[in-house]
């Protein structure tokens, strides 16, 4: 049945394995080496499920998030009895009252289900709100009676919404879309963060997530990998955690994805020393550590170093230096008290990375030792204010 009809039977496995984000990567990695399309959901043609579009396959609504099968059934049935939704707000205002509240709106608007329509993403979501509330406003004013004489109305009778204009603003960039594509579906449906890199990868001899993952799961066992086996990855974080270990040391867990699967990395105190300023969520790294087998779990990375993937886009074989990051803070003068509390906070992020505290009254500066991690950074911009906090 794959053979002769891939695009149905690839359908029907999409949807059959809708619960786990992994396996559907990984079938559309399939998916594409078959030419088989993945396009992305739609107000106007999709369906609940994955289903079949000409020689492609259109994404199913179920599966984004925030989006109930009582909704789905309902946007079905008014497209297929009133006909394709016209605008933004035709869609808003038919599907009034129909269990498709405003988070469900924001992600069908997210994951790209209104960009056949010719909207921009970031206009939609900045009117949004406003649109569903001009619309509840009419529908309150219509049961209750109180209508303007003056008022507009339509074609029934009834007290028509305010016409809310959408904004001519500049759209997300590709990468602020691929991310909440990924929020919302668990997918990057418009591309990948790994496509700008494919060229520096094949260079630099970078192993493909999946065909370690592969490697290890087959049933004649491992042909090409090993344990304790030095390789490089590249992918983009896809999450990350970090916990303190009892000798009082920094270690991270980092699930790391490319386009053909993912993998748990764990990163111990030196690796973040030098590198765990680049880990962060949907960012794109270059790692190399040794292959870890343990306790019949699936393989991990032991981590010996992390880079981020943009120094591997320069033309040339070898990639340069890694750079020294380090963590600037700006306070109005050494006597303010946010001093002290800024060096309990390093307390918590031991490390050999350097950290520079300018006191703009004296023009002075201090210097400290940390780990300029995510947690780092993010506590001290909310304390202090983002413009008072820079990492370069």
Not at 267 to 288: E, H, T, W
Not at 304 to 316: F, Q, V
Request: some cysteine; charged content about 25%.
């Amino acid at each position: 049945m794959k053979r002769h009809y891939p695009q149905q039977y690839m359908a029907a496995l999409l949807t059959s394995i809708l619960d786990s984000s992994a396996k559907v990567a990984e079938y559309i990695a399939e998916c594409r080496e078959m030419g088989i399309q993945l396009l992305p959901p739609d107000v106007n043609a999709s369906g609940a499920n994955f289903t079949v579009e000409g020689q492609n396959i259109r994404y199913g609504l179920v599966a984004i998030k925030g989006i109930g099968w009582g909704a789905i059934d309902s946007l079905v049935q008014e497209r297929t009895a009133n006909g394709p939704f016209q605008s933004f707000e035709d869609f808003c205002r038919r599907m009034s009252g129909k269990e498709l509240n405003r988070r469900a709106i924001e992600n069908l608007i997210k994951a790209g289900a209104f960009d056949s329509m010719g909207y921009k993403r970031r206009a939609l979501l900045e009117v949004a709100g406003s649109v569903l509330d001009s619309i509840a406003q009419s529908v309150r004013d219509n049961i209750s009676g109180q209508l303007d004489l003056f008022g507009d109305f339509d074609d029934t009778g009834e007290k028509a919404p305010a016409i809310i204009p959408i904004p001519d603003v500049q759209e997300f960039s590709p990468m602020e879309k691929m991310a909440m594509e990924k929020e919302t579906t668990g997918l990057y449906l418009s591309g990948h963060p790994m496509d700008a890199y494919r060229d520096a990868v094949r260079r630099i001899g970078a192993v493909p997530i999946g065909a370690v993952m592969g490697d290890f799961a087959s049933e004649d066992g491992p042909q090409r990998f090993q344990d304790n086996q030095m390789i490089t990855v590249a992918g983009v974080v896809a999450s990350a955690r970090t916990r303190t270990t009892k000798n009082n040391t920094l270690m991270s867990y980092i699930q790391l994805e490319d386009d053909t699967g993912s993998m748990e990395l764990m990163a111990f105190q030196r690796a973040l020393d030098s590198g765990g300023a680049y880990v962060k969520d949907n960012a794109a790294l270059l790692v190399k550590g040794r292959i870890s087998l343990r306790d019949e779990k699936e393989p991990q990375l032991m981590v010996e170093t992390i880079r981020p993937l943009s120094d591997a886009n320069a033309p040339g074989e070898k990639l340069p230096p890694p750079k020294q990051a380090k963590l600037w803070v700006k306070l109005p003068s050494e006597a303010d008290p946010e001093l002290e509390r800024i060096r309990l906070i390093l307390t918590m992020f031991p490390g050999t990375q350097q950290m520079i505290i300018y006191c703009e009254r004296e023009k002075k500066r201090i210097g400290a030792n940390c780990l300029i991690h995510e947690g780092l950074v993010a506590e001290l911009e909310e304390r202090l204010g983002k413009e008072n906090v820079v990492v370069k």
